[in-house]
C-alpha cells in the first residue's frame, strides 16, 4: 500500500494492524503549497506492485486540493489491479461539492465520505463509499454487521432531507476559515491554501511547531500538530468561533515574531 508520508494516520494504523507493507512518499513542497506527491504516488504503485494507494483529497492536514483531473490521471497511471483509495472526508468544503458530477463512479477507485466534518456528526462514525457495483459487492461481504447503529442512521437521514441546512454550515466555516487565514497571514505566518474546514500553518522548524503546541495546550487551548516527523513543522487550527476570539492563538503569532 503506498501512501503520503504524514497523511492522515488512522489509516496507516489499520493498514499495519492487518499486516500489509506500506511504503511512505515524500509531499511536494514548495512556498506556499504542500500536497501529496501524485506522480510520487503513482511512481512507488508501479514500482513495488502495489495494490492499493491511498489519497486524502482535500488532504489531512495540508488542506491542498488536487483537481478531479489530476485524480483521474493518477488513477491511469496505476497498475490495472491497484485500487485507488479515495478520502474525501471534507469533500463538502470543496467550492464544486454541490455539482451533479461531484458523485461520480469512478472506475479503480473507491470515494469515501463521512458526516463527520460538515455535517457534525463525528460522534456518531457512519459515512458511504461510492465506488463500482462490483467493488461494493466485495466490501459487503467483508463489512462488520451492524457497525453503523440505528441512531446514526437517523441523524444521517435528518441531514440529507435538509441539504439546505448543511450548506449553510459549510458557507459559515469556510468564512471563519478565510477570517482566521487572513489573521494569521497578517501576523506574518505561512498560511497553506485550504479547502477543509481548518487551516495550516508552517512553521520554520518542527522544534518551534512543538513549542507552540505545548504552550497552546498549557492555556488550554486545543490545536493539531502532526506526529509523523515529516510533518512535524505544521500546526493545523479548525476554524471554529473560537479561533476568533482576541487572544486565544497569541501563542502562535509570538512564535511568528519571535
Not at 158 to 178: G, K
Not at 214 to 237: C, K, M, S, Y
Amino acid at each position: 500500500m503506498i501512501t503520503s508520508a504524514g497523511t492522515y494516520p488512522t489509516w496507516s494504523y489499520f493498514v499495519r494492524g492487518h499486516g500489509c507493507r506500506e511504503i511512505e512518499v515524500d509531499y511536494a513542497s514548495a512556498t506556499g503549497h504542500l500536497a501529496p506527491d501524485l506522480g510520487a504516488l503513482a511512481a512507488a504503485a508501479v514500482r513495488e506492485g502495489a495494490r492499493v494507494v491511498y489519497l486524502a483529497n482535500p488532504d489531512n492536514p495540508s488542506g491542498h486540493l488536487h483537481r478531479d483531473a489530476d485524480v483521474l490521471a493518477l488513477r491511469d497511471a496505476l497498475p490495472d489491479d491497484c485500487t485507488l483509495v479515495l478520502d474525501e472526508a471534507y469533500h463538502d468544503f470543496r467550492d464544486d461539492a454541490w455539482a451533479p458530477a461531484a458523485s461520480a463512479v469512478w472506475p479503480g477507485v473507491i470515494r469515501l465520505r463521512t458526516f463527520s466534518k460538515a455535517h457534525g456528526l463525528a460522534g456518531l462514525r457512519v459515512g458511504y463509499a461510492i465506488a463500482p457495483p462490483e467493488t461494493l459487492a466485495v466490501l459487503m461481504k467483508v463489512r462488520i454487521h451492524y457497525a453503523v447503529s440505528s441512531l446514526a442512521l437517523a441523524a444521517a437521514e435528518t441531514l440529507l432531507a435538509d441539504p439546505e441546512e448543511t450548506r449553510e454550515h459549510v458557507a459559515a466555516v469556510i468564512q471563519r476559515r478565510e477570517a482566521l487565514a487572513g489573521w494569521l497571514a497578517a501576523q506574518g505566518a505561512e498560511v497553506l491554501p485550504s479547502a477543509t474546514n481548518f487551516v495550516a500553518v508552517r512553521l520554520d522548524s518542527a522544534e518551534r511547531a512543538a513549542a507552540v503546541h505545548r504552550r497552546l495546550l498549557d492555556e488550554g487551548t486545543l490545536i493539531h500538530r502532526p506526529a509523523h516527523p515529516a510533518l512535524g513543522h505544521l500546526l493545523r487550527i479548525s476554524a471554529l468561533d473560537d479561533a476568533l476570539v482576541p487572544g486565544r492563538l497569541d501563542a502562535v503569532a509570538e512564535a511568528l515574531n519571535a
